[in-house]
């Protein structure tokens, strides 16, 4: 048993996203717009096939992926090792206050290079610990897993399902709140057939 199809779904906004805070592994909830654009986005993905849900275990992940469980009737499943990264002193600071006390670090991430943010994860270590998690659900399922987590988590997992260094972050645009990307199993592995796919109503957000 293994699923043929992955829907990677980012949680919807939240005030942390709209200050641009580093959220990492704070558990922050989603804000009004972030709720609307989970129903949206729900909205649309139940018409999808779909055949089972798990969520990273941070509330805004847990409440967008409702969003879709309580139009479907899936059980939701959650996983710690789907949450976003993990970025020590960074968390819960504004991008312009990381800039400041860590220019040189700071610079290395927005870029793209793989070091380890706030001294907490790089995104080797974020990658293989997203990826390990899909894999590990795919493996439960026939059809079509869908997961609910964070933006750099689900860039980082991907990059990691389809065989790509973590370096290759710079080739995609970050990944939008409340929008998804999809992925096949092909005979030699994952292709990434979508990228920041979305509902009308999720097109406000930030990118992560």
Known sequence: MSARRVVLWRHGRTTFNAENRFQGQLDVPLDDVGRAQAAAAAAHLAGQPIDAVVASDLSRAVETARALTSRTGHALR?????????????????????????????????????VRVGGGENRLELGT???????RHASTVEGTLLVVAHGAALKAGVLRLVGLPPVATRALAGFRNGHWAVLTRRGHGWVLEEWNAGSAGASVGAEG
């Open 129 to 135: 610990r997203v990826a390990g998690a899909v894999e």
């Open 78 to 114: 959650t996983d710690p090792d789907l949450r976003e990264v993990h970025a020590g002193a960074w968390e819960g600071l504004l991008g312009a206050e990381i800039e400041a006390r860590w220019p040189e670090e700071h610079a290395a991430w927005r870029r793209g290079d793989d």
